[in-house]
């Protein structure tokens, strides 16, 4: 049983360049959660969706950052332009429904120069 | 605003010493109180979920327990391998039902 795949796990690129997460839950899943993590905040939701459709974004810290969830087996978070505070690891979760216990992928480490 | 706060901050253990975790939450209204490990490098993993005070839970060295305002995570006996950062989450409901607010995590270190 495949858990949450992110990929790719380690992203470095330059200010000012569009990054691109990628995110596919668990089979069956109906939730799917972004969050990021890093030192100083620890463990942040940046949005999740429910049934594909985006139910609470507020934890996204500005208009340079996007999400996607085209269909129940893919969701994407864009960064573009990125910036050096950009830098952190992003998770991806995902549950059966939104008060259920979530699952956490491996993560994708970003980091910004 | 809901408020998770886990103390200590971080725990030295030998093996086979026990010892607790607390977790205290502030929330107008729980719907779950989570407890998640995370291994350096790895995302968080799922160990328990506790939806009423007095409810327990129980896996291997680990019991968490809740009462109103915190959450204990008890280690019997740990070994090297429980060695970890826990976390614990709340799902206070409201209108973002699907919302997580976590703690900043206890860092567990157990020598052998």
């Known amino acids: 049983d495949a858990g949450v795949i992110q990929s790719p796990r380690h992203e470095v690129t330059e200010m000012g360049q569009e990054v691109t997460l990628r995110c596919k839950p668990i089979?069956?899943?109906?939730?799917l959660f972004w969050y990021r993590q890093t030192m100083m905040r620890g463990l942040e939701l940046l949005i999740y969706?429910?049934?594909?459709?985006?139910?609470?974004d507020s934890g996204m810290p500005e208009d340079r950052f996007s999400a996607k969830m085209p269909n129940a087996s893919f969701s994407t978070l864009k960064i573009q332009p990125s910036e050096p505070r950009d830098s952190a690891v992003y998770f991806c979760?995902?549950?059966?429904?939104?008060?259920?216990?979530?699952?956490f992928g491996p993560g994708t480490r970003l980091t910004v120069l | 605003e809901d408020q998770v706060t886990q103390s200590p901050e971080a725990l030295r253990l030998q093996e086979g010493e026990s010892s607790s975790l607390n977790c205290s939450y502030t929330?107008?209204?729980?719907?779950?109180l989570f407890w998640y490990r995370q291994d350096p490098g790895k995302g968080p993993e799922f160990l328990f979920t506790?939806?009423?005070a007095g409810e327990e839970k129980e896996k291997e060295r680990l019991k968490a327990t809740l009462t109103k305002k915190e959450s204990f995570l008890h280690i019997t006996a740990p070994k090297p391998e429980d060695s970890a950062t826990y976390l614990c989450a709340v799902n206070a409901g409201g209108t973002s039902y699907g919302k997580l607010t976590f703690g900043q995590g206890t860092i567990l270190t157990v020598h052998p």
């Open positions: 979760a995902s549950s059966w429904t939104d008060y259920n216990e979530q699952f």
């Open positions: 089979s069956g899943h109906n939730s």
């Open positions: 506790l939806y009423s």
């Open positions: 929330v107008s209204g729980l719907r779950g």
């Open positions: 969706f429910n049934n594909n459709v985006p139910i609470d």
